[in-house]
């Protein structure tokens, strides 16, 4: 079991950048593939970026690459999202996800049924 709490959400600019973290209980975290997903209003969640257990591999949406990056911190059991040159259409509710990852290889990052546990989500709003 783990829990997932983000924080770092807020009001910014456009072209302004936020950090994004996603704080994990227990021990076992540096044992979890993890994700962020967003979901603006009226639209289905989308997976931006995830990073596997080993830290090596990540994967980006096309929508994100450049401008966003995943990180993690096993040391700190958090995984972060550090968002840049933010727009507008940035504006949703951002979620991380974990799975168990040690030793079950590969799997379909873009899928939120793939991912066992959810935070609860942080607002962010891109004003023009």
């Known amino acids: 079991q783990v829990q997932l709490v983000e924080s770092g959400g807020g009001l910014v600019q456009a072209g302004g950048s936020l950090r994004l973290s996603c704080a994990a209980s227990?021990?076992?975290?540096?044992?979890?593939?993890m994700a962020w997903f967003r979901q603006a209003p009226g639209k289905e969640r989308v997976v931006l970026a995830a990073v596997r257990w080993t830290g090596r591999i990540t994967y980006y949406t096309d929508s994100v690459k450049g401008p966003f990056t995943v990180s993690r911190d096993n040391a700190k059991n958090t995984v972060y999202l550090q968002m840049n040159s933010l727009k507008p259409e940035d504006t949703a509710v951002y979620y991380c996800a974990a799975r168990f990852g040690l030793d079950a290889g590969d799997y379909d990052r873009r899928r939120s049924s793939e991912y066992n546990y959810w935070g609860q989500g942080t607002q962010v709003t891109v004003s023009s």
């Open positions: 227990g021990r076992t975290f540096n044992s979890y593939d």
